[in-house]
């Protein structure tokens, strides 16, 4: 039995019409990273900064998952070995799609956390500077869950257990340039040499020299038959 970590970005969530995090301009749906997702742009502007993941967040109920997704599934549905997803996605299409086994690494547009006690809420609507927070009672305590550039991403400590334990890593429709998680396969590669590392992209990443091997195509066309295969070997 295997023990198999898959890696997910932006990428896999595209064909569900979300953007990447970096369109060809540099920004993220024509906001500057720096604006908007890191701490200091939340002390400086957080009416701005609300008002860009209050969009994220509105916009998740005119997306669904794609085949991408859902060969994720099926992937963790038929697995005998240990399985764990690690996604960098703040969008909930993956536990829409049916994943089970998943962490949010930079947390999820569907969660807001108390800046006094630190308390995660479950989120649905608009998140306001004038939003009344149930743990501490005050206004304008209540941040967007989601890791900013300069803090710590979540669960680190399970997914590098999963990671030294993994036979097989697939990354998907990540670019490589956010650490940490760009930094997986090479963790993978130091405890497990004859770790089997799979780079499915778009296009060729600025990590790609780590990966063994390369699947280049949208990843709703090229995943669901590469799980299939997997299932097959
Ligand atoms: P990125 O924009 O840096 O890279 C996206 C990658 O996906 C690129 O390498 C691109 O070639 C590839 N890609 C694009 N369309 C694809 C497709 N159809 N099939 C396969 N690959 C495709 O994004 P990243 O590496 O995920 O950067 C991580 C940051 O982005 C995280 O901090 C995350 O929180 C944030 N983010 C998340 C979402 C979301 O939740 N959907 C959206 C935007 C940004």
Redesign the pocket.
Known sequence: MKNIVIL?????????G??????GDGL??GHRIEDV?TPEAFERDPDLVQSFYNT?RAQLATVKPNP?HAALVALENAWQGEFLLV?????D?HERAGSKKLIH???E?KKARCLETGQVYDWQGALTQDTVCACCQREGMLRPH??W?GEMPLAMEHIYHALRKADIFLS???????YP??GFVQEVRRNNRNCRTVE????P?AGRSYFAESVY???????PGFVQQLLND
Request: glycine share 14%.
């Open positions: 997910t970005g932006s990428g896999i969530s595209a064909e569900s979300i953007s990447t995090f970096r369109g993220w749906d997702a994220r991408a996604t960098q996605n703040v969008d299409l690494m930079h947390g547009l989601i890791v550039f998907i429709g990540t670019s490589g340039l956010v998680a760009a499915i992209n778009l296009e990443t195509g949208k990843a709703g066309e090229v995943l």
